[in-house]
């Protein structure tokens, strides 16, 4: 994983880059150490240890990002491994005369198989796409639904997975059923006993998010699945904000489809996703994008891949942020992901901010929302990245995301601290 500036130019990615790229993000990537920090030193000094970690991004020293739960900074060896990806696919030079890199039609294996693998599933139950809401859409627009059918659903949905839903129940006359979240969720049975009020004879599906997108609790996503199998009804999670997050294993959720961004906690590309289609469950998914292969169940979920000419690089830097995660070790991501955000909401709530995600520590891990009531969200979100150099992002009036990434220091959180201390007081 060498960068260094000389090594970087004379490879074909570094020339390529160079008429792309601005002088300063060479020198940024040639500043970059060329090794993770040494397992060793996590257990002798893991502040050091992340510290560490945190130097193989190019945010700068003196900022710091707190929003993972929007997009995540790509690591040093993602960005070495996108131009690696250009450089030799742009060369047009395959063996096959009939094959080009940009296919949007190719299997892909190279890249399914360590995806597979880190999220629990075979290769035939993958599609690759672009992120969650493709994926999201996918499902709500192709799943064998009547008039009159129902999917239950909860008010804490993103956008991008709860409209495809409403566009289906607007253009073909199925039900959304709402489930209401209490903020904060007490333990995870009042989300089951809700869910399971919210059963009807015509509910066909559960969708909901794993992790959600307004307080970023973690619902109890094993336990849902089996009360939708134990009623027959099929189960499928929005899960943009969990790979990389923490660990995964979709075979043991137990869920029939499952989406996600990893271009959020495992900070691969932007514009790579995913779609789990459980294995069998395939003929109950229409394709809404329909190409080569689109009345093929031969290959599982393969058909839902074929979405056209793509940014096949970007697969490069997928497979680059796996391994690179697992070479620090998701076991280790997920206990700081955890540690840290525990350390920075019992902070807040020393200072007045509630906590409206989850009370039962099982109910979150690295994003939880506070009410900082009566500060603006959107006056403080300001004036901490204009003022400060922090950013930070939340929701109207008054609620602030605690996006705790694994390179989210101490002496970060010091500092966002100090400086909401000074806001408070300057507001007061």
Known sequence: MSLNRRGFLASGAGVASAALF???????LAA????????????????????????????PADEIYFNNGTCGSSPAPVLKAIFDGYNTTEKMDDANPEDYPIWGYGPWNRFRDPLAAFIGCERDELAMLRNATEANNYVS???????????????????????GWFLRAKRYGITVRKVALPKPIPKPEDVLNRFNDAITPRTRIFFFSHVTTVTGVVLPAKQLCALARDKGIASAVDGAHVTGMMRLDVHDIGCDYYTSSPHKWLQAPKGSGFLYVKSGMEDHL???????????????????????????PSLWGLKAAIDFANQIGMDRIEARHRAMNQAMLDAMQQRGATNITGLDPSLRCALTTVDISPIERMKLEDWMWTQKKIRIRGSEPSEMRLATPYYFLKTDMARLLAAFDEYKAKMA
């Open 22 to 28: 601005t002088h300063p993000l060479l020198e940024r």
């Open 286 to 312: 229409w394709n809404t994008i329909a190409s080569s292969s689109w009345d093929s169940t031969t290959g599982g979920a393969y058909r839902f891949q074929q979405i056209g000419t793509s940014n096949v």
């Open 32 to 59: 970059v150490p060329r090794e993770l920090p040494p397992a060793r030193l996590y257990l002798d000094d893991e502040e050091a240890y992340w510290a560490g970690i945190r130097k193989q991004f190019l945010i």
């Open 141 to 163: 627009n192709g799943f064998k639904m009547n008039p009159g059918d129902e999917v239950v659903i909860t008010d804490q949905e993103h956008e991008g997975g709860e409209n």
